[in-house]
């Protein structure tokens, strides 16, 4: 009997876990490029290639600003970018500037 109840258990998990898994796959569905609508993208054309995936994500933004000596809310339209391409032009912007310097 023991068995039983501890099988029914698990069954139960189970199907639990399940129908927990199709409603997130048909959630993750659901989000495609017309969720992406009206957010600007950090980076030109020329930074991907055809054919190729890249992760976009939330660039960081600060949540307030000084404005005339005061704290103003940042209201700036939401900007994605790709941490690997923002992080490549950041070393080169500072390799061009110790370049520049040597000169």
Do not use: C, P, W
Not at 19 to 41: C, I, P, R, T, W
Not at 45 to 66: C, M, S
Not at 77 to 103: G, H, M, P
């Amino acid at each position: 009997k023991k068995h039983q109840e501890l099988a029914d258990k698990l069954a139960k998990q189970l199907q639990e876990q399940e129908e927990q898994d199709a409603e997130q796959a048909a959630q993750a569905e659901a989000y495609n490029s017309a969720n992406l609508s009206g957010f600007k993208v950090a980076h030109d054309d020329a930074d991907f290639k055809e054919g190729e995936t890249v992760i976009l994500t939330l660039a960081d933004q600060k949540v307030f600003h000084r404005d005339k000596g005061q704290s103003v809310m940042n209201e700036e339209e939401d900007e994605l970018e790709n941490v690997n391409i923002a992080e490549f032009s950041k070393t080169q912007v500072a390799k061009e500037r110790a370049r520049r310097r040597k000169l």
